[in-house]
């Protein structure tokens, strides 16, 4: 047999409670102001501040690499390595975060100061 829950009031109120924290931390722990670095091969190619962008767009690198650069995002859209790893990192949008694209020598890191944002996550 299925066993009902059974909520109170105050149950309802905790939980709801509880889910406003969550939504309130999750969007104070934005990028900040995050600096895209692209470089490829030693050589920094471009460096874009994401919170400036107005409006998407490419860069097309001399190496195969197309990355797309988004208001407070930053990727990999496409490239001609055959494992293709780098394009699976999805979005870069915190300091920190960096993805690679290691036969091309291509690296995409975001800089700048983390606003609120934990130490370390675990998938």
């Not at 066993?3 to 409670?17: F, T, W």
């Not at 924290?21 to 600096?35: C, D, H, I, K, R």
């Not at 960096?98 to 291509?106: E, F, Q």
Request: with cysteine; aromatic share 4%; net charge neutral.
């Amino acid at each position: 047999m299925l066993n009902k829950l059974h909520l109170k009031k105050g149950d309802i109120i905790i939980l709801l409670a509880l889910l406003f924290v969550a939504v309130l931390l999750f969007t104070l722990s934005g990028s900040g102001n995050a600096t895209a670095v692209i470089t490829c091969d030693g050589e920094v190619l471009h460096t874009v501040e994401l919170s400036k962008v107005s409006s998407p767009y490419t860069i097309n690198l001399q190496n195969g690499i197309e990355i797309g650069v988004e208001k407070n995002a930053v990727y990999f859209i496409n490239s001609d390595c055959s494992g293709k790893d780098c394009v699976n990192c999805g979005r870069l949008t915190s300091p920190g975060d960096t993805a690679v694209c290691i036969p091309n020598k291509t690296i995409i890191k975001l800089t700048g100061e983390k606003k609120n944002a934990p130490d370390t996550i675990v998938y």
